[in-house]
T-cell receptor
């Protein structure tokens, strides 16, 4: 069984600053993907960034990047130049290949961006 | 291309009733997954349907069921509602044409059980 743990229920950052959200996971699968999803107050889940487990290079999407430490089973999200629109719940999730589309989510981190 | 749509967006029911939620995936997407989101338990996988067949099921009681139609639209049903079933129910669709299949989420149905 897979588990995903987000140890920071809430985080805050000043506008234009950088913030890092933490995530650890556990899976017995060798082939899996990791994701960060954003859920703003509208409740619409939006994929922020994804990482394939067999790729050593950390994924980057504009101001969002990850620090993927496979041996430590750690997958943190760094948001640079934080904007007011980044305020949301952020969920770390894992999915393993095996014929199922089952995403396992962490409990989430509520990010507040202060002007 | 239209996104994932869920109907209704809000629903209020009383204990003991049953409810049916609907999800229309993005055109061309054949897999539909359902998730329950509550403040206490977070996001939990309910089940996934592909080609009208349930491929995987989460750890929920039999009161929770679903189905998928030939046009990939999916419904989930909850019978004998309990207060604890109050939640945001999210549907996600994916294409399943490649190794990585991004799941696109709908806006959710907010169910309140009184």
């Amino acid at each position: 069984a897979q588990t995903v743990t987000q140890s920071q229920p809430e985080m805050s950052v000043q506008e234009a600053e950088t913030v890092t959200l933490s995530c650890t996971y556990d899976t017995s699968e060798s082939d899996y993907y990791l994701f960060w999803y954003k859920q703003p107050p509208s409740r619409q889940m939006i994929l922020v960034i994804r990482q394939e487990a067999y790729k050593q290079q950390n994924a980057t999407e504009n101001r969002f990047s990850v620090n993927f430490q496979k041996a430590a089973k750690s997958f943190s999200l760094k948001i640079s130049d934080s904007q007011l629109g980044d305020a949301a719940m952020y969920f770390c999730a894992c999915i393993s290949q095996g014929g199922s589309e089952k995403l396992v989510f962490g409990k989430g981190t509520k990010l507040t961006v202060n002007p | 291309k239209a996104g994932v749509t869920q109907t209704p967006r809000y629903l209020i029911k009383t204990r003991g009733q049953q409810v049916t939620l609907s999800c229309s995936p993005i055109s061309g997407h054949r897999s539909v997954s359902w998730y329950q989101q509550t403040p206490g338990q977070g996001l939990q996988f309910l089940f996934e349907y592909f080609s009208e067949t349930q491929r995987n099921k989460g750890n929920f009681p039999g009161r929770f069921s679903g189905r998928q139609f030939s046009n990939s639209r999916s419904e989930m049903n909850v019978s004998t509602l309990e207060l604890g079933d109050s939640a945001l129910y999210l549907c996600a669709s994916s294409w399943l044409g490649q190794k990585f299949n991004e799941q696109f989420f709908g806006p959710g149905t907010r169910l309140t059980v009184l």
